[in-house]
């Protein structure tokens, strides 16, 4: 079942933050977040596993709440090459069984 | 520098025609992923594959699409016979279970 994202969209200037949420009905076992810019591919941003373990390698964190099946994206001082489409991805069991939002379009202006 | 490449990375075909498309994953990554990217459906996952044996197909339309590993360096899908609702772009990824996917540069397909 496909997790939920929210905003659909939002429109920064550099330096702002924002949040991007993303939830499932179910329970999760891993969160994986990705950017794509238009007319590529997805990249990985950072995974989130059951048991608080975090993986990453931007300037950009994010939140696990096993609980309430949510994860939220944080990205601070926002940068231009910041703009894109950002997908979560929920996996059930073992990453295997992974599901993608519809993406949270994110557009920084100078 | 590893990557995941697919080919072709643009076909145009006529409904009825079968449509090919290659993946050969990062050496060493265990799980294979096709999906597909449309404006309205998003990112869906097709099949995917962990040690070459396919684990779920259920976003598949069984009657006209195929996913296969023949070896470790190659994954294909295959659409037979096409039709004009397969246009999107179709993106493979390799990864390690329980880590990132590396996701290649797609293929766009469109189907008249």
């Known amino acids: 079942q496909q997790p939920v994202q929210s905003p659909q969209a939002v429109i920064l200037r550099e330096g702002e933050d924002a949040v991007i949420n993303c939830s499932s009905s179910k329970a999760l076992y891993s969160v994986h977040w990705y950017r794509q810019k238009h007319g590529e591919a997805p990249v990985f941003l950072m995974i989130?596993?059951?048991?608080?373990e975090q993986k990453g390698h931007e300037k950009i964190s994010a939140s696990f709440n096993e609980k309430k099946q949510q994860s939220s994206l944080y990205l601070t001082a926002s940068q231009l090459s910041y703009s894109g489409t950002y997908f979560c991805?929920?996996?059930?069991?073992?990453?295997?069984?992974?599901?993608f939002g519809a993406g949270t379009r994110l557009t920084v202006k100078p | 520098d590893a990557r995941v490449t697919q080919t072709p990375r643009h076909k145009v075909t006529e409904m009825g025609q079968e449509v090919t498309m290659r993946c050969q994953p990062i050496?060493?990554?265990?799980?294979v992923f096709w999906y597909r990217q449309t404006m309205m459906q998003g990112l869906e996952l097709l099949a995917y594959f962990r040690n070459r044996a396919p684990l779920d197909d259920s976003g598949m339309p069984k009657d006209r699409f195929s996913a296969e590993m023949p070896d470790a360096t190659l994954a294909t899908l295959k659409i037979q016979p096409s039709e004009p609702r397969d246009s999107a772009v179709y993106f493979c990824a390799s990864g390690l279970v329980g880590n990132e996917q590396f996701f290649g540069p797609g293929t766009r397909l469109t189907v008249l």
């Open positions: 050496l060493g990554h265990n799980t």
């Open positions: 991805g929920t996996g059930e069991y073992n990453n295997n069984d992974m599901r």
């Open positions: 989130l596993l059951k048991g608080g």
